[in-house]
């Protein structure tokens, strides 16, 4: 097993209290993504987990054990960064190798995990090779390699891919999904794009200012926000937030269940808007529309993102946003979501959303 518990974790750097009360279970065998804006305070936890940035006070714990007191080398982890950290004068194979070397691993058994591993991130034809022949993809790999075949507890992965192109980015992520599936391993990975965090986790845990603001499955994350900041975080474009016709809780509606219909209907949620912009995406079209009028007064003009397949629709064309009942959301004056159950009347909310514009 290789959970890992954080209890009670504060964080302080000088006087600057970081992190405060911090509780959090991170699954044994999960592939977990740490994912939220810079200074959000993920990596400040990942170097907790390494012992390379010690708590200020509160206790970890991995298969019980509590290890804060436990030096790096003896926690069964191996971390990546981002900037490969291999070494450019040693080839593949005595990158990978140096670690065994320092373990005193017989050079028999070196050279089978060595070939082993090579062969799982397909390094095997460039093992005499030095880094600076190879491509950033291949010294990543290299570096995947270097942390694997210490046969770790939990792998720790600090953006180990911000440096490489979109498309080399895009093949990576399926490679570690895959490596994960094969090693079965704990993956603890940070990173600041949320699409990396959609396709890969087994659990987001989604950060602000030292504090977790949810943590879920990318399918509830997305489609089950806790509050308008997951809400706006995950999706691309951000949820559609405005505030509601009480100038106190707000309305939030994803850009792709967005209706635009030339004539008025019957859907609850409808608003008369204009197309600001419209760009083509291939099979979507992405529109950035305003409404015509607020549905509180003092907002001013509101702008919403569409996501539509119908490229019909032109910029400066006058029409209705609509939006079934089932795809909104409310949240309060605090931001926090508002749920069937938590107040008396859910319904009135429906009711604001089904004002017209003329009425608010």
Known sequence: MSEIVFKDICKSFGDVKVIENLNLTLKDGEFTVLVGASGCEKTTLLRM???????????????????????????????????????????????????LKNKKIPKEERRRLIEEVADTVGLTPYLDRKPGALSGGQRQRVALARAMVKNPKVFLMDEPLSN????LRGSMRSELIEMHNRLKTSFVYVTHDQAEAMSMADTIILMDAGKIMQQASPEVIYGDPDNIFTAQ??????????????????????????????LENEFLYRRKARILTREMLGSETLYKVQMTKADYKEEGAVMIWVKSADSSFKQGEELYICVDAKDMYFFNRDKNRIRRGDV?????????????QDEG
């Not at 390494?50 to 991995?62: D, K, L, R, V």
């Not at 298969?63 to 990546?80: H, N, Q």
């Not at 008396?344 to 017209?356: H, V």
């Open 233 to 262: 975080f995950i999706g691309t474009p951000p949820m559609n937030i405005c505030k509601m016709s009480d100038g106190e809780n707000y309305i939030g509606y994803r850009p792709e269940k967005v209706i635009l219909s030339r």
């Open 49 to 99: 987990i390494a012992g390379i940035g010690p708590a200020t006070s509160g206790q970890i714990f991995m298969d019980g054990e509590e290890i804060s007191d436990i030096p790096p080398g003896k926690r069964g982890i191996a971390m990546v960064f981002q900037n490969y950290a291999i070494y450019p004068t040693m080839s593949v194979r005595g990158n990978i190798e140096f670690g």
């Open 164 to 167: 490489l192109d979109a498309k």
């Open 344 to 356: 008396p009347d859910f319904d009135l909310y429906y009711r604001m959303a089904g004002r017209k």
